[in-house]
């Protein structure tokens, strides 16, 4: 019986089967390493399709998504983001069991696992990881906040923005101007 993003090896039949994902944001967050900047507040959601291959091997894949609570790089709105991430793993057998936590995968799509079961969350959440965004925007063209006055531009304009204009950009418009036009 599959659940959650445990896999007990013995149940898994030879076709394969399909886990589907639907795990509440307090049972991840009961996972989620110091490290790790996951915040989730919707359920993680997704289909993960596990077959058994070779000498052992257990191939995973599938789409994982859920929702983290961010704050927008701009305006600096608190916003829950979208993460959103495909997953293709091989978990193959070590073969000394003491060494799995020395083993390192060569690859992202490589894994170890020792014994009857695989716990699939450390791969999950660093997919999750991965998916972050280096900014993270509430909308994609937020106009953030005016740094002169600080207001939030998306919900009024300020006066600033016409004085406020760089003094260098100024200068180069200025002498475009006095350009003969082509
Ligand atoms: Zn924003
Ligand atoms: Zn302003």
């Known amino acids: 019986m599959m659940k959650d993003w445990n896999i007990h090896i013995p ?5 394969g089967e399909e886990i589907v994902l639907n ?29 058994p291959g070779r000498k052992g091997e257990i191939m995973v894949r599938g789409r994982v998504e859920t929702r983290l609570s961010a704050s927008c790089d701009r ?8 993460v959103g991430e495909d997953v293709t793993i091989i978990y193959r057998p070590a073969e000394d ?3 799995l936590e020395e083993l390192e995968a ?3 799509n490589e894994a170890f696992y020792s014994g009857e079961d695989i716990d699939l969350w450390p791969v999950i959440a660093e997919h999750l990881v991965l998916g972050l ?8 063209d937020c106009p953030g906040l005016c740094p002169k006055c600080g207001r939030d531009l998306s919900e009024s ?3 600033c ?14 002498i475009r101007d006095k350009l003969p036009e082509k």
């Open 106 to 108: 060569e690859d992202l």
């Open 75 to 82: 305006c600096l709105k608190a916003f829950s983001l979208p």
């Open 97 to 99: 069991q003491e060494d």
């Open 23 to 51: 795990v509440p944001p307090d049972k991840m967050r009961q996972r989620i390493g110091e490290d790790e900047p996951l915040t989730p507040v919707e359920n993680l959601t997704g289909v993960l399709r596990v077959e």
């Open 157 to 159: 304009a300020c006066q």
């Open 161 to 174: 923005e016409i004085e406020a204009g760089r003094p260098e950009f100024g200068a180069l418009s200025a």
């Open 133 to 140: 965004p280096i900014k993270a925007l509430c909308r994609e």
């Open 11 to 15: 149940d898994l039949p030879p076709e």
